[in-house]
């Protein structure tokens, strides 16, 4: 049963990471009036901390950045789904545990709150849901993670190279 458990769970929280994910674009890309609440909200915020735009339509964290990293997080899940790319599906996994991050901590420690929608907090409920499976498919995936970061290390970071033997003298007859 656990190795059953073992081998589905990847595939199960990376399809119904991707699904939420990919739903709520049709939210964030066509400025419905619901996400304009919610980031105008959080931009009236941020203008009362000194950072008025961080959160407006072309801002830092505007919707649509915030919609593409979701999308970006989205293809990366299903993507490494198959068995040569496990290493996305944990990149993804860490975009969305990056994004859904964000979040939780603006509900939490905004005027935002809980249930900026009136839906009975839906929409908190989702980015926690979202954020503890990310967190599962990280532990469940930290040795793609590792794999990638030494692969990302390797490619980024120049690897001292060795001394060059010193050129002996041609031998004479």
């Known amino acids: 049963m656990l190795?059953?458990?073992?081998?589905?769970?990847?595939a199960a929280i990376s399809l119904f990471a991707a699904a939420v994910?990919?739903?709520?674009?049709?939210?964030?890309f066509t400025d419905h009036p619901k996400t304009q609440e919610i980031f105008g909200r959080l931009d009236g915020w941020a203008g009362s901390l000194g950072?008025?735009?961080?959160?407006?339509h072309t801002g830092l964290f505007s919707q649509y950045v915030i919609g593409s990293?979701?999308?970006?997080?989205?293809?990366?899940?299903?993507?490494g789904l198959m068995p040569r790319f496990t290493r996305l599906n944990a990149l993804g996994a860490l975009i969305g545990f990056a994004?859904?991050?964000?979040?939780?901590?603006?509900?939490?420690?905004?005027?935002?709150?809980?249930?900026?929608n009136n839906d009975g907090g839906g929409?908190?409920?989702?980015?926690?849901?979202?954020?503890?499976?990310?967190?599962?498919?990280?532990?469940?995936?930290?040795?793609?993670?590792?794999?990638?970061?030494?692969?990302?290390?390797?490619?980024?970071?120049p690897s001292p190279k060795p001394a060059a033997a010193p050129m002996r003298a041609p031998a004479h007859a």
């Open 3 to 10: 190795t059953r458990v073992k081998r589905y769970a990847p």
């Open 99 to 116: 994004v859904m991050s964000g979040a939780v901590n603006f509900h939490l420690w905004t005027p935002l709150g809980i249930d900026p």
């Open 123 to 157: 929409l908190f409920a989702a980015a926690v849901t979202i954020w503890f499976s990310s967190i599962a498919l990280i532990i469940i995936r930290r040795e793609d993670l590792i794999g990638l970061a030494r692969d990302l290390g390797r490619a980024f970071v």
């Open 69 to 79: 990293a979701e999308l970006a997080a989205s293809t990366l899940l299903l993507i």
């Open 21 to 28: 994910f990919l739903d709520s674009l049709r939210y964030k």
């Open 51 to 56: 950072l008025p735009g961080l959160f407006g």
